[in-house]
């Protein structure tokens, strides 16, 4: 029992150190969508670079979906179901649909400043081509093992063999699929998020009535 204990503590020991750097690097793009597109103001040069580190950035948060690869890791080392099923998986879970849930709401965000601007009509197609970036930007994360850092710190490494990898067959075939599966759960999660937040606001709006009539 001490053994199993000992196991898992390990384990989660791991695993807090990647999760946290992993949901840390999910959130810049979260933080950034707030500031550029809720904030009222124009696109000074500022506005624009922080536009461009948004969308380097934000492949970290669908990028979550891929560490499942080390659940079925640590699936190997514990022996235990129930330690498997009550501890490992719900911290996955967790993890998982925190750095998604934050790639839904920077889109949202995206979005809502498209359509304050008058460019309504862009949002899906905009959104489409956001999966597509982070598709790719996924497979050079995983594969390659690019970081969102290395445009700036070696853009010839991501022109070069960045660009000639996902040529290939095999990697074209990785980042479509990935694309369906962001498009997927992106389209399921942005209703979920969006029918949350309308129920929280009514629910606002209907205590503030019933305060002001008390």
């Known amino acids: 029992m001490i053994e199993l204990i000992t196991t898992v503590l390990q384990v989660l020991k791991i695993n807090m150190r990647w999760m946290t750097w992993n949901l840390f690097l999910a959130f810049i793009p979260l933080a950034l ?5 809720r904030r009222q103001g124009g696109r000074s040069g500022v ?12 492949p970290n948060a669908p990028y979550l979906l891929t560490d499942i690869i080390h659940l079925i890791d640590d699936i190997r080392r ?16 967790v993890v ?7 790639y839904v ?13 008058g460019k309504t009509k862009w949002i899906f197609t905009v959104e489409l081509i956001t ?5 790719v930007g996924i497979y050079w994360g995983r594969f390659l093992r690019f970081n969102s850092w290395d445009f700036i710190t070696q853009p010839d490494a991501i022109l070069t063999k960045g660009v000639e990898e996902i040529l ?13 599966i962001l498009w997927g759960l992106y389209w399921l999660m942005k209703r979920v998020t969006l029918g949350f937040l309308h129920q929280s606001s009514d629910s606002s709006v209907n205590e503030h009535h019933l305060h002001n009539i008390g």
């Open 47 to 58: 506005w624009w670079l922080g536009f461009l580190s948004f969308y380097a950035f934000l």
């Open 33 to 37: 969508s707030i500031w550029l597109f």
């Open 78 to 93: 514990v022996p235990s179901i129930w330690i498997i099923t009550l501890v490992l998986i719900p911290v996955y879970l």
């Open 105 to 117: 709401i920077s889109l949202i965000n995206l979005g809502y400043y498209l359509h304050r601007i």
């Open 131 to 135: 999966h597509i970036l982070c598709a």
């Open 96 to 102: 998982i649909l925190a750095g998604f849930e934050a």
């Open 168 to 180: 290939g067959k095999q990697p074209l075939i990785i980042i479509t699929i990935t694309f369906i």
